[in-house]
């Protein structure tokens, strides 16, 4: 056999390996991340009290992956602005979720205030304190109701009150139900006035958001700077390319385009972010 047949051999097999272990370390680095992010929605549907699998998150992120590819590529021509929107909106459902849970975690530490001085005023009436957690499921709206509820189920059910709590912690990692187990796992073991402790509580609690609150109110300016860095240039881009697509032919149709599109959103990107963590101030 001649040598540049072998050569070709050679390559060819060295090039079907190259493929065969690119495509196996792909599958599993997919698989590992498929685990990974069913695993986190299933964590936050359940926290959410939202039955619905997990699974179809993902199902969900892949639909909006290739419906928002599939529409871009096709309104602009172009299959590499289709894939530029269609990776964002792979994630879209995940921070749809991470948004619903912030609400509700922001909801649940809000009515907290009242359940706390609810609880305070049950204990001097002479309840016990399962007791009070079951008034404030009965009485308070959701989502304190909800976890009110399951606490007060895995205390029927013979779990004891520190687990019962820390599975609280576990669904709601909030540093004011930090302090409130903290607290009462503190009274339970060294003794003390628990009316007291709960009346000390929510006064601080209710002293933080206070605090929060105009902290709030003094950053909204830079956090609308941080949403006018980041759409600015992407309605002025859509807005030239509407009215005369030719100037931006250069950028949407060239490689150096695509790689100055890549530098402009890392750059948008960590602008977004330095103003983010500028603007977050913890109390």
Known sequence: MPHYWIAIV?????????????VRMGLSMWR??????????ATTLDAMYITMPAQNVMYLSLLSFVLTAMVMGYLSANPGVGLGFGVPAFFLPRVILHILKKKRDELFNIQLVDALMNISNSLRAGFSLPQALELIHQEMPN??????????????????????????????PLADVDLLITAISIVRDVGGNLTEVFDNIAATIRDRQRMEGKIMALTSQGRAQAVVICCVPVF????????APQLMEPLIGTALGYVLMGVILLLMTLGGLWIRKIVNIDV
């Open 10 to 22: 050679s390559a060819g097999l060295a090039a079907f390996l190259f493929v065969f272990v690119g």
């Open 32 to 41: 590992d991340y498929e685990k990974r992010y069913v695993e986190g929605a």
């Open 143 to 172: 989502p304190i109701s909800q976890e009110m509820r399951l606490v007060c189920q895995e205390l029927r059910l013979g779990l004891p009150m520190d687990e019962a709590f820390d599975n609280l912690y576990r669904r709601m």
């Open 236 to 243: 002025i881009g859509g807005g030239f390319y509407m009215v």
